[in-house]
């Protein structure tokens, strides 16, 4: 009669034992994910830092900037522009009183919330260093990076086009707009860095690529971009690119 209970207590034992090993194994798996989460977070600060280096704009001489500005006007051409003109982003004249123009800059080689606020370079590849100003513009609610972009004619500067970061980023709009930061001009192209959202908050754009914009027929147009890395992978899957970037029908009219 005693043999039953030893099989019985043995059969405990081993489920015990089984039960042990399943937690242990899973407590280890635990460590190795958040090992891993850690890691990629680290790498994408890696990463980040290396987008900055490779965006930084080259440096810009008292002497051009002066040659510019007198060239160009270009404070109250802006402020012209913007008198006459309703932000379409933001509701058009229906809500122009909710829009917050802010300050235009007035120094060289400054950065502001990673926007490169005056940048030269030849965009329409004549071999003439032209001039892109970016400024921040508000509904209360979204802060849009704005470009006034002045054409060097050679005995003036023109301004040519205005247009915001999420018209050009590359990035289909899901909700909040998108950003553009980190500008500069480049063999051609206003090179910069998309952060695009998908499915994220409307502070933290989780999406990042390397992105061109082209000057075609007076318009800067979203021309071509890379994927560098998805900040939110620990909370879904990476979007395949098709999906999100512009195809012809989103680029500008």
Known sequence: MKTPNVFFWLLILISCLFIQCVKKATENNSDINKEIIQEEKNNFEVVYKNLVVEFKPETITEEEFLNFKKKSNYIKVIEDYDTKNSIELFGGKEYEENISYYPLPIKINEQEYANNSII??????????????????????????????????????????????????????????????????????????????????????????????????????????????????????????????????????
């Not at 001039?131 to 508000?138: E, G, L, T």
């Not at 914009?213 to 899957?237: C, H, N, W």
Request: a negative charge; aromatic letters at 14%; charged letters at 30%.
């Open 120 to 253: 030269f370079g030849d965009l329409n590849e004549d071999h003439k260093r032209d001039c892109i100003i970016s400024v921040f513009r508000s509904d209360g609610y979204n802060e849009v990076t704005f470009f006034y972009v002045f054409i060097n004619q050679g005995t003036n500067f023109v301004l040519e086009d205005v247009t915001n970061e999420t018209e050009i980023c590359g990035c289909k709009r899901e909700g909040w707009p998108n950003a553009f930061r980190y500008q500069k001009i480049e063999d051609g192209f206003l090179k910069g860095v998309s952060m695009c959202h998908h499915k994220d908050a409307h502070c933290c754009p989780s999406l990042y690529l390397k992105t061109k914009v082209k000057f075609r027929q007076g318009k800067l147009q979203f021309d071509s971009t890379e994927f560098v890395m998805d900040d939110a992978i620990e909370y879904r899957p990476t979007p395949h690119m098709d999906s999100i970037v512009f195809k012809e029908i989103d680029l500008r009219k």
